[in-house]
């Protein structure tokens, strides 16, 4: 039990962190990328501004002679050039006099260095030069440093980048905030889905070790839904129920075979025990014994055989092909002529191709004729074997392509094929018509005869194993018509 909740614990452990990998990845690769476009589509358009205000002052230089004057933060109408720097771009403006001399502070006030005073002295105006990434009052600013000409001055513009920085840090922290939350929701949502998913799988892997332990197959598998998951459970409880089958199959053959084993077999003992006083015995009684003993031999050799052929017959391990039952029930009618010398005829009508086990439907006809042998020892009229398939498809057909069509079954199969065995026995009652399929059963009239009540139980283990049935019906005028179906082969195109 611990070995178990710690499996299923690791499997939603699995599945939690595998969820939460996944999605961490996915956000902080999104997060990242968000971010470093946003951070440089910021830069980029600050730096892109300040370029624009820097040219637009160059501009208004070169086109207008302007003094140092026209510059002063005191302007009261606010109409100067001053305030077309500073309304798109809120930068800090700075006027520099003759020689670098500050004539305006700006605020703060900037630094002012040996290329600023050699651009306020240059006599030509637009000239300038830009310093990045200076510190004034603990901030970083972008400064340009333009010319007024004719040695008048200059003016000095700065952007701040510490506003622009701090937006960014800013929006990464929210960026990094919320990749946490991302990836706490998503091992929360894997860690439910996980208990979700294993919910089943542990009542699963709770039936299957229910079996294992108590070894019984009729537990109740739980199946709830139509996914992976509950195929499985269908797939197992099918397995289930053919295994609790077998077994049953199992535990009858056993308990039936072993009552018939015993009937022989006590028999062979007092036999047996009758030849330790067989110099006691007149010859006759001698010659009776040795025959009992060699009927009741053959009879549980027959037996062994019969029982051997039932449980290969259900292991279906024969592989299956393609074959001709009138050819298959011939060549059984031959091996019958052989060993009984009666008259035994096969008739055949229709296309009787089958895909089958050749071995186990040679069994099962060969049964039906030692059968009819059997119970008709003494008849002279023939034993009659009727092989009947669907009419051959094609263009020969008389019924054309209508009927073509009405002999195909679902699924692009032939009708099935019937094996019939016709004998002017005794016939078999009403009663017992029902139950002659049935293992070791064997009517009245057949308890005081060979055989182990095994062979009709054969024919209807390969009649089922081939999509077919058994059937057994009294014969018109005397005997018994017993045999089977097979399903047909799929009609060729």
């Known amino acids: 039990m611990r070995r178990r909740l710690r499996q299923v614990s690791s499997l939603r452990a699995t599945f939690t962190v595998s969820f939460a990998a996944v999605a961490a990845a996915v956000t902080v690769l999104v997060g990242f990328l968000s971010y470093d476009a946003a951070a440089r589509l910021v830069r980029v358009d600050q730096q892109t501004v300040f370029a624009e205000v820097v040219q637009d002052l160059r501009d ?10 026209d510059f002063a933060s005191s302007d009261p109408d606010h109409d100067g050039p001053l305030d077309d720097i500073i309304r798109p771009s809120r930068t800090d403006v700075q006027v520099l006099g003759p020689d670098g001399v500050i004539a305006d502070h700006g605020v703060p006030p ?11 002295d240059d006599a030509t105006a637009g000239g300038v030069v830009e310093h990045k990434d200076v510190y004034v009052a603990g901030d970083r600013y972008r400064i340009a440093t333009v010319s007024l000409g004719g040695g008048r001055g200059a003016v000095q513009v700065a952007q701040q980048f510490s506003d622009t920085e701090d937006l960014l840090r800013e929006l990464q922290q929210r960026t990094v905030l919320l990749v946490g939350a991302v990836v706490i929701a998503a091992g929360l949502f894997g860690w439910w889905l996980a208990r979700r998913i294993t919910r089943r799988l542990v009542r699963l892997a709770g039936a299957a070790e ?34 609790a089958q077998s077994e049953e ?11 018939e084993l015993r009937t ?20 006759d009684a001698r010659e009776e014994l040795v025959a009992d003993l060699a009927l009741e031999s053959r009879e549980l050799t027959d037996l062994v055989n ?21 050819e298959l029930a011939e060549d059984v009618a031959v091996v019958a002529r052989r060993r009984t010398g009666r008259d035994i005829t096969v008739r055949v009508t229709g296309d009787t191709t089958v895909d089958g086990r050749p071995s ?39 019924v054309g392509s209508a009927a073509s069509a009405a002999s195909a079954g679902s699924g692009g199969r032939h009708r099935p094929v019937r094996v019939e065995v016709l004998d002017r026995g005794p016939g078999i009652g009403d009663d017992d018509l029902v139950r002659v399929f049935d293992r070791f059963y064997r009517t009245a009239d057949a308890r005081s005869l060979p055989g182990s009540g095994l062979g009709l139980s054969i024919v209807r283990e390969v009649s089922t194993a081939h999509g077919g049935v058994p059937f057994a019906h009294p014969r018109r005028g005397g005997g018994t018509v017993i045999g089977f179906t097979v399903e047909g082969a799929p009609a060729l195109d």
Do not use: C, W
């Open 210 to 243: 229910d079996v294992a332990r108590t070894g019984r197959l009729g537990i109740q598998v739980p199946i709830t839904g139509y996914d992976e998951v509950a195929r499985l459970g269908r797939s197992f409880d099918r397995m289930l129920g053919r295994l």
């Open 249 to 259: 199959d199992q535990r009858r053959l056993v308990q039936d075979a072993g009552h």
């Open 264 to 283: 022989p077999l006590t028999s062979l003992r007092t036999n047996i025990s009758m030849l330790r006083r067989i110099d006691e015995l007149p010859p």
């Open 306 to 326: 019969e029982l051997v052929a039932l449980a290969a017959g259900q292991s279906d391990t024969e592989p299956v092909r393609r074959l001709d039952l009138a």
């Open 360 to 398: 186990a439907l040679q069994r099962a006809v060969s049964n039906l004729v030692e059968n009819a042998t059997k119970f008709d020892r003494a008849g002279t009229a023939p034993i009659e074997v009727e092989v009947t398939g669907p009419p051959p498809a094609g263009p020969a057909s008389p």
């Open 110 to 120: 900037l630094p002012v260095d040996g290329r600023d005073r050699v651009v306020a």
């Open 60 to 69: 208004q230089v070169r086109e207008h002679p302007l003094h140092t004057g």
